[in-house]
């Protein structure tokens, strides 16, 4: 009876040897495009899936040829948590650069040394933020004296709930729009949707 | 008597170590190739057993290549699952995309999902679609 639980022993500590020899090793280093931890605000992860999102659907819906494209204001009021507004519109502009149909240039150097430009890229901004119609004379202006073809604005909100039990729901709205600076007129208007449960 | 329960607990110890390995892989439960001819790989018997690639299309939208493929879900519970297209050009070479990300979505009970993908260049002329199975924690 000994003898035989002696084996049994011996027979499961093997097989949890071998268990442990069939996992690979650990690294350090993981892929930047894996999810990672997840927290209520926006990770990394989150960024690359909206640039991902609206890129495609860009491309889906055919790019503009030849615009040169500024980077415009990003109104992230409506949302409590914090945005990088950089970090998002770099991979935002990276994606859709990677095309090769819109050239970018940084609307904050398009603006350098020319005060006139900046003032109207500020009313700009404050007619975004403020939710205001669009003065189609600022952006035609803004865009012959930047040398901008295009305006990229986006504008981020979040809506938070208490899931049953515990934990929260958070759901993130990413609205973005294409202006041609001759025209004024949008060339898109796209939305992205994250939602995500943190219990 | 204190043997068996030695024995016992060192079964229920061994199990939960298999177990906690294969819950956290996250490797590509399902491996769908276009071209040159539509290949369908199933790595994964959960993904396997939830999912079934119903249709396959592609397009062009201008210059660039555009892909779906319909999957539907078998069973009668939600299947939470994540997506990637790889994009590769004529000699088979990957070309890499800034726009391919792994993608979150869910299948409902009986649902038909379209997942679709736009290439980012126009060298592109085929696609790998890579399903997994989603996990609500990270392996890492």
Redesign the interface.
Known sequence: MMMNMTRWMSVMAGMAILSGCATPPSSPYVPATERGVTTAGLDTYDYQMVAAGLSQEMMRRGLPNGYVVALGPVDTRATPYAVDIQLLQDKLEVALSQNGTLKFTSAVNAMKGASGTEEIYKLIEYNWWQKNPMDTEDIQKFGKIANVGALLFGRISSMERSLPGRGREITYSFVWRLTDTATGVNQFTLEKEIRKNIR | MK??Q??GG??V??AL??CV?ACRTTSSGMEVVSLPKAKVTLNSKIVAGYLEVVEMNNAM??D?F?AQVSVMNRKDRDFPFEYRFRWLDKAGMEVP????????TTASGKERVLL??????SEVADYILDIRFSQTS???
Do not use: E
Request: glycine share 6%; net charge positive.
């Open positions: 043997l068996k030695i024995v060192l079964v110890v061994v170590a298999v390995t939208r201008g660039l555009q995309a800034a726009n391919s990300a792994w993608m979150p679709q993908g736009v290439a980012p260049v990270a392996r890492w």
